[in-house]
Every structure is written in structure tokens, then in C-alpha cells.
């Protein structure tokens, strides 16, 4: 056997042992979620939910400002067009 033979055929030895752990992995089995995903996942939806709450309270405050001013600028206006 030559120098070349050795290195090819402990290559392909690696080779094959990585894809037997590969497909070990591949054949763990999956029937849901864990624990620790679906706490990391409510975790995430309540940290956007409290996102989503905040800018509708915001956008709900801008909204009111807004009316109780163009209300005033209406009644502004009335008054000056009386006078």
C-alpha cells in the first residue's frame, strides 16, 4: 500500500464516522416542542405584545392631543370670525 492509500482511506474512516453521528442526530425523535422552547417562545410573544400595547397607547394619547386641538383651533377661529 502506498502513502496515498493510507491518507485516503483514513479520510473516507473520518468521513463515514461523521456521517454516522450525522444521521444519529438527524434520527433523534421529534414528536413536539420542549419545555424550554415553548417558555423562550411565550417569552417572546409577550415581550412583543407589550411592544404592540405600548405604541397603541401612544398612537392613542397623539390621537387625543390632536383632536382636543383642532377642536380648539375651530372654536379659535369661530370666536374671531364673530368678532
Avoid: P
Amino acid at each position: 500500500m502506498s502513502f496515498k492509500n493510507i491518507r485516503r482511506s483514513s479520510w473516507q474512516v473520518r468521513c463515514a464516522h461523521i456521517k454516522s453521528n450525522i444521521l444519529a442526530i438527524n434520527k433523534k425523535d421529534n414528536r413536539g416542542f420542549s419545555l424550554v422552547e415553548l417558555i423562550i417562545v411565550f417569552g417572546l410573544l409577550g415581550g412583543v405584545g407589550l411592544a404592540i400595547m405600548n405604541l397603541t397607547k401612544q398612537s392613542t394619547k397623539s390621537s387625543t392631543k390632536y383632536q382636543f386641538d383642532s377642536e380648539i383651533m375651530l372654536i379659535t377661529n369661530e370666536i374671531n370670525a364673530i368678532l
